[in-house]
Nanobody, 125 residues
Framework: QVQLVESGGGLVQAGGSLRLSCAASGRTFVTYTMGWFRQPPGKEREFVAA????????NYANSVKDRFTISRDNVKNMVYLQMNSLKPEDTAVYYC??????????????????WGQGTQVTVSS
């Protein structure tokens, strides 16, 4: 079992930066692929980024490539999403998720077994 708690969301102006954090509990955290998803207002949940258990591989949605960076610290049981050059279309609830298959970098939300409660990110124009 893994429990996930996101933090770091807030209101930021376009062009600004935010760093989201996800605190994970559970001894098996180190074996999980971790992902970030988001759900814009009135839209379906969409993939943002994922990272394998050893940080060896990452995957990003085209819409956030070169602006967002996912990272993890397996000692601290933390996952991060550094978001730069934010745009109003990045406004969404951001969710942290864990996939029990450590080498898979899935962009499908159905691949993920555990979810956090989400944190709101609002980017003003």
């Amino acid at each position: 079992q893994v429990q996930l708690v996101e933090s770091g969301g807030g209101l930021v102006q376009a062009g600004g930066s935010l760093r989201l954090s996800c605190a994970a509990s559970g001894r098996t955290f180190v074996t999980y692929t971790m992902g970030w998803f988001r759900q814009p207002p009135g839209k379906e949940r969409e993939f943002v980024a994922a990272i394998t258990w050893n940080s060896g591989n990452t995957n990003y949605a085209n819409s956030v490539k070169d602006r967002f960076t996912i990272s993890r610290d397996n000692v601290k049981n933390m996952v991060y999403l550094q978001m730069n050059s934010l745009k109003p279309e990045d406004t969404a609830v951001y969710y942290c998720a864990a996939d029990s298959r450590p080498l898979r970098l899935s962009s499908r939300y159905t691949s993920y077994d555990y979810w956090g409660q989400g944190t709101q990110v609002t980017v003003s124009s």
